[in-house]
Nanobody, 118 residues
Framework: QVQLQESGPGLVKPSQTLSLTCTVS??????????WSWIRQPPGKGLEWMGD???????YYSPSLKSRTSISRDTSKNQFSLQLSSVTPEDTAVYYC??????????WGQGTQVTVSS
């Protein structure tokens, strides 16, 4: 059983950088079993895929967020992280980390609420 846990600040000020970390247990982020994804859901809206990091550290981003998004990893801690720069109130959402396999999201973290407000 793969378990994921998001962590990070729940409140970020406009124009700052949102930083979240996903801690993984039950699988290694350096094997090819899964891709490792960040997904968000703004209030009243659907899920939005933000990007992936895969077993060799390569990254893939949503075209609409690519200019502001960076996903990295710490293999020693089996963690991967999200940074979203220049945030606005429109970036307020529940942020999830998840595993992806053949275009399906298999395991999810519980999600963490991030509010962008001054």
């Amino acid at each position: 059983q793969v378990q994921l846990q998001e962590s990070g600040p729940g409140l970020v000020k406009p124009s700052q950088t949102l930083s979240l970390t996903c801690t993984v247990s039950g699988a290694s982020i350096t094997t090819g079993d899964y891709d490792w994804s960040w997904i968000r859901q703004p209030p009243g809206k659907g899920l939005e895929w933000m990007g992936d990091i895969v077993y060799d550290g390569s990254t893939y981003y949503s075209p609409s967020l690519k200019s502001r998004t960076s996903i990295s990893r710490d293999t020693s801690k089996n963690q991967f992280s999200l940074q979203l720069s220049s945030v606005t109130p429109e970036d307020t959402a529940v942020y999830y980390c998840a595993t992806q396999k053949t275009y399906s999201f298999v395991y999810w973290g519980q999600g963490t609420q991030v509010t962008v407000s001054s």
